[in-house]
């Protein structure tokens, strides 16, 4: 299961929460995040989100989101899913069809095909799109981070406008895994949107 979304969504807490409540049910949860994961994913993280010199252009942070998710899903991701345990992912490759595909400029078709060639095309079962309005995110992101951005979070207006129209594309295109939550109300109200549409979506495969 993964969860996605633009900045100041809530995703992380979200995330945090659905895997507490599986737990809760006596489910064997492995809670995890992109880009990280394991520990050369996380030290790419650090390279992508505070990045070195003029930082990277868009091809070199594909390919570097590319090896951060292809050790992630060969190291843990896998792993987990063997031993019988439900993953629960704060971001996926969704994020680099929507951050690098549809803001960065790059074909859908080649992150698919590094996907492909990193990570053996593997897709998640279930993705909840956590959306909330501009207002809502920017007004998040500043109490969060005291108004510091990262490398990515800092990109303009317009990038991160292209990073929601795509994930509703993807949403549009792919509705048997996808599910759009509405994440402008509390946090709880949110978890309870996203509980409910796992158990409509657990009811639909039995
Ligand atoms: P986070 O702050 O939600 O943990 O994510 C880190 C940043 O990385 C966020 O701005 C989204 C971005 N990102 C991409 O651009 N492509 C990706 O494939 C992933 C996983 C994240």
């Known amino acids: 299961i993964t969860f996605e979304g633009g900045e100041g969504a809530g995703k992380s ?3 945090r929460l659905l895997a507490e409540a ?3 049910r006596g489910i064997q949860v492995e809670l995890t995040r992109e880009p990280g994961g394991t520990a050369g994913a996380e030290a790419i993280r650090a390279l992508l989100l505070d990045p070195p010199g003029d930082g990277w252009g868009v ?6 989101f590319a090896a951060a998710r292809a050790d992630h899903l060969a190291r843990r991701i896998v792993p987990a899913l063997e031993a019988g345990k439900w993953v629960v ?8 069809r929507a951050y690098q595909g549809g803001a960065g400029g790059l074909a859908d078709a080649d992150l698919m095909e590094l996907h492909r060639i990193g990570s053996g095309g593997i897709l998640p079962d279930m993705t909840f799109l956590i959306e909330v309005s501009d207002d809502i995110a920017s007004a998040r992101l500043a109490s969060r981070d005291e108004g510091r951005m990262d490398a990515i979070e800092g990109r ?8 929601g ?3 509703r594309r993807l949403a549009m295109e792919a509705p048997e895994r996808f599910v759009r939550i509405d994440g402008s109300g509390s946090l ?4 309870g949107l996203v509980i409910a549409a796992l158990d409509r979506f657990e009811e639909l495969q039995r």
Do not use: I, N
Request: net charge negative.
């Open 22 to 24: 599986l737990a809760e």
């Open 165 to 167: 129209e795509t994930f």
């Open 89 to 96: 992912c704060d971001r996926f490759l969704d994020s680099s």
């Open 13 to 15: 807490t979200q995330t």
């Open 156 to 163: 303009d207006r317009t990038y991160h406008a292209k990073v």
């Open 188 to 191: 709880s109200q949110t978890h």
């Open 59 to 64: 091809r070199a942070e594909a390919l570097l």
